[in-house]
């Protein structure tokens, strides 16, 4: 399965972004769709994964509140809505492909993305 990330930008601070991870050469309905994100110097971070039947979501602490993560199974992508975007924001997101039942760990999934950079500054 490849994995194609895309929508980052430089953002506001309170800004939103929309990011997008589309999927081919595999069912992309059969996997839960992750999203970690690594900032500089940093090691890679959980943000927010969603069930294969979108009936379940999962969001690290940092992000509740303003992050949503949805999929369309239809069109193989899935989705990361970002709102009140702050500088800690700032990192490399990349989305995956796993089985592990929304898990929190890199281990659990078994395809990635190349990533998109999302930068919040004024």
């Known amino acids: 399965v490849q994995l194609q990330a895309s929508g980052g930008g430089l953002v506001q601070p309170g800004g939103s972004l929309r990011l997008s991870c589309a999927a081919s050469g595999g069912p992309f309905s059969m996997y839960d769709v992750g999203w970690f994100r690594q900032a500089p110097g940093k090691e890679r971070e959980f943000v927010t994964a969603?069930?294969?039947?979108?009936?379940?979501?999962g969001y690290a602490d940092s992000v509740k509140g303003r992050f949503t993560t949805s999929r369309d199974n239809a069109k193989n992508t899935g989705y990361l809505q970002m709102n009140s975007l702050k500088p800690g924001d700032t990192a490399v997101y990349y989305c995956a492909l796993g089985r592990g039942f929304l898990s929190t760990m890199r281990s659990g999934y078994d395809y990635w993305g190349q990533g998109t950079q999302v930068t919040v500054s004024s």
């Open positions: 969603i069930r294969w039947s979108s009936s379940t979501t």
